[in-house]
């Protein structure tokens, strides 16, 4: 059974820094694409970082580039978004997704109808900034 497990987010003042993780089990992360989502409240779930399942690229919503960084470690088959300067705006539970082979179509950028489907979704963690 296939499960995505996200963990670490939590309360943070506004400037501060919070990692999240992604654990994954029942697949080799070393196969999978990796992307972060994440979805605020009274919002579509929207785009935050990704990561190519081989090579090393990553790709980032303009609203966290400079601040977010999405890293992996296939021996832990863990992924990781490093976040700094948060900001109010930031607020939104954080998702995790996991892609076979993915590497970089920007298509899998969106996560709503019609767009092209991820593999697995973990269930979530909720990172909250306040001012």
């Known amino acids: 059974q296939v499960q995505l497990v996200e963990s670490g987010g939590g309360l943070v003042q506004a400037g501060g820094s919070l990692r999240v993780s992604c654990a994954a089990s029942?697949?080799?992360?070393?196969?999978?694409?990796m992307g972060w989502f994440r979805q605020a409240p009274g919002k579509e779930r929207e785009f935050v970082a990704a990561?190519?399942?081989?090579?090393?690229?990553?790709a980032y919503a303009d609203p966290v580039k400079g601040r977010f960084t999405i890293s992996r470690d296939d021996a832990k088959n863990t992924v990781y978004l490093q976040m700094n300067i948060l900001k109010p705006e930031d607020t939104a539970v954080y998702y995790c997704?996991?892609?076979?082979?993915?590497?970089?179509?920007?298509?899998?950028?969106?996560?709503?109808?019609?767009?092209?489907?991820?593999?697995?979704w973990g269930q979530g963690t909720q990172v909250t900034v306040s001012s």
């Open positions: 997704a996991a892609k076979r082979f993915w590497s970089g179509d920007p298509s899998y950028y969106c996560s709503g109808y019609g767009c092209p489907q991820w593999d697995y």
């Open positions: 029942g697949l080799p992360l070393n196969r999978y694409g």
């Open positions: 990561i190519v399942w081989r090579g090393g690229n990553t």
